[in-house]
């Protein structure tokens, strides 16, 4: 129903940062909820950060809590993260979400995007 477009990753050094963006081809419902989930070769997706649409409030992995900041642009329907202290360990594809539930399990999520990579060298 909705197309999800990331965009911003890339290949950094440790420490440096990275705003990634999510951009959809339909406006999202009040109750909507935007999330970030990231996926390493071999790993399970995880949970990064997510967003609820109307009224902003947001939740972070402990992993990124303090480095990672999850945002939206009502007019533009974007919603960006921006990382920042990256690590090695942040090396993953990046996807975007939309959902109706306030839930770190991507099952939750009907609507994704293609990824994004993040590759953070030592």
């Known amino acids: 129903q909705v197309q999800l477009v990331e965009s911003g990753g890339g290949s950094v050094q440790a420490g440096e940062s990275l705003r990634l963006a999510c951009t959809a081809s339909?406006?999202?419902?009040?109750?909507?909820?935007e999330a970030w989930f990231r996926q390493a070769p071999g790993k399970d997706r995880e949970f990064v950060a997510l967003?609820?649409?109307?009224?902003?409030?947001?939740l972070y992995a402990d992993s990124v809590k303090g480095r990672f900041t999850i945002s939206r642009d009502n007019p533009k329907n974007v919603v960006y993260l921006q990382m920042n202290s990256l690590k090695p360990e942040d090396t993953a594809v990046y996807y975007c979400?939309?959902?109706?539930?306030?839930?770190?399990?991507?099952?939750?999520?009907?609507?994704w995007g293609q990824g994004t990579q993040v590759t953070v060298a030592s």
């Open positions: 979400a939309r959902g109706s539930q306030y839930d770190t399990n991507p099952r939750a999520y009907d609507d």
């Open positions: 967003i609820r649409w109307h009224g902003g409030s947001a």
């Open positions: 339909m406006r999202p419902y009040s109750r909507s909820i």
